[in-house]
């Protein structure tokens, strides 16, 4: 069935850049997420890209795709303390009609 | 416009309890959804509905039932609660629906721990 997975922790410095990896296994994905979650909230949606993108960018987001790898990143520039959170990576598909597929998250913490 | 709301926020059940969650949505949303999140695993959806009057079940249907009761209201209901159904509840919406890239709308969630 479809999959997605990522690492659980990353840990960068302030100012420093993210970089948060994904990879997933539907070769069908129309669709690829990048959700938040803070504590104690729900899921907030970051931004998304259409599968027939490479790149998005929007302010401090930068989001590669490379579908023939099946991965997907997500670049926060300048990164504050307000970025602390879990992230989400997800994928849904024509397909999988109104499924969505999440993967396990990450959690990004900031050092000083 | 309060978006999502989910109540009650807490909740310990007995096992073999029975429970609803309750979930409405003021942004005239077609579409409404279930999930539940548990350690170290994203979110896994329980149930959804496409439009009102419609449900159907998602990947962990198990132990659950639904009602759309119109078209601002999901609930989603545990008959005979089990401790494996410890978990915080999402309930989330959206316009179009997941397969036309849609925005999801999520509410705080519901934290349940059945003992």
């Known amino acids: 069935g479809e999959d997605v997975e990522q690492s659980l922790f990353l840990s960068v410095r302030e100012g420093d850049s993210s970089v948060i990896n994904c990879t997933y296994t539907?070769?069908?994905?129309?669709?690829l997420y990048w959700y938040k979650q803070e504590p104690g909230a729900g899921l907030q949606l970051l931004t998304y890209?259409?599968?027939?993108?490479d790149m998005k960018q929007d302010q401090r987001l930068t989001v590669l795709l490379n579908k023939k790898d099946k991965h997907l990143s997500l670049r926060i520039a300048d990164t504050q303390t307000g970025d602390s959170a879990i992230y989400f990576c997800?994928?849904?598909?024509?397909?999988?009609?109104?499924?969505?597929?999440f993967g396990s998250g990450t959690r990004l913490s900031i050092r000083p | 416009n309060a978006g999502v709301t989910q109540t009650p926020k807490f909740q310990v059940l007995k096992t073999g309890q029975s429970m609803t969650l309750q979930c409405a949505q003021d942004?005239?949303?077609?579409?409404m959804y279930w999930y539940r999140q548990d350690p170290g695993m994203g979110l896994r959806l329980i149930y959804y509905?496409?439009?009102?009057?419609?449900?159907d079940k998602g990947e962990v249907p198990n132990g659950y039932n639904v009602s759309r009761l119109n078209k601002r209201e999901f609930s989603l209901r545990l008959e005979s609660a089990a401790p494996s159904q410890t978990s915080v509840y999402f309930c989330?919406?959206?316009?179009?629906?997941?397969?036309?890239?849609?925005?999801?709308?999520f509410g705080p969630g519901t934290r349940l721990t059945v003992l």
């Open positions: 942004m005239n949303h077609n579409s």
């Open positions: 997800a994928e849904s598909s024509y397909s999988s009609a109104s499924k969505i597929i």
């Open positions: 989330a919406s959206s316009d179009l629906g997941l397969a036309e890239g849609d925005t999801q709308y």
């Open positions: 509905s496409a439009s009102e009057g419609t449900t």
């Open positions: 890209i259409f599968s027939n993108m």
């Open positions: 539907d070769s069908s994905s129309t669709y």
